[in-house]
């Protein structure tokens, strides 16, 4: 019997074991799933399969470019906080998830990215369904391992911005 091969952003293993996620397979996979609703729900799945703490919190990519990204978070009490509003963490989650589908659309094949550090603000309460945003434009080639900055913010219903994220990648070279 063959075994089929399902849809997948993972090219293989580093040099530790650790998957990686082809940035090429990334904005393919969005290219030929995202224009309809059921692609992308399928789209949203293999998110969550690939990233499954981000996954958690159910966001949904709504756009992806290379560069940009935008991502909903709705409301629901699976992401709750005591105060009856989307909890922090939920929202530094989604920031840094849609922060890094933008820059990681935007990279060659052969660079691969790791979060450094992150700083995260917090604005106003949030509730209700979210847009998330995130535009960049990361290095086209490295040579050597380089900082680089993304930020992206987190929107509610009435356009206020809720929360917004600046994030710092380490982009290097894959490892042969």
């Known amino acids: 019997m063959t075994r089929v091969k399902g849809p997948t952003m993972y090219p293989g293993r580093d040099e530790t074991g650790e998957k990686i ?9 969005w290219r030929s799933l ?7 729900w399928v789209f949203n ?9 981000s996954g958690s919190t159910g966001p949904r990519v709504q756009e992806l470019s290379p560069g940009k990204a935008r991502v909903h978070l709705r409301d629901r009490r699976r992401v709750r906080n005591h105060l009856s509003s989307i909890h922090a963490i939920a929202l530094a989650n989604v920031l840094e998830l849609t922060s890094g589908l933008a820059m990681m659309a935007a990279l060659s094949p052969d660079v691969r990215g790791i979060v450094a550090s992150l700083e995260v603000h917090y604005h106003k309460k949030a509730r209700g369904l979210l847009e998330v945003t995130s535009e960049c ?3 086209s080639s490295l040579i050597e391992n380089t900082e680089f900055l993304a930020t992206a913010e987190a ?3 009435s356009g206020d911005v809720v929360s917004s994220i600046s994030v710092t990648w380490i982009l290097g ?3 042969k």
């Not at 940035?23 to 393919?28: E, F, S, V």
């Not at 995202?34 to 992308?40: A, C």
Request: charged content about 25%.
């Open 21 to 29: 996620v082809n940035n090429d397979r990334l904005l393919r996979a």
């Open 34 to 40: 995202g224009g309809n609703p059921l692609g992308r």
């Open 45 to 53: 799945r293999i998110v969550g399969f690939a990233v499954p703490y």
């Open 137 to 139: 434009q990361p290095p």
């Open 155 to 157: 929107r509610d219903a």
């Open 173 to 175: 070279p894959t490892k």
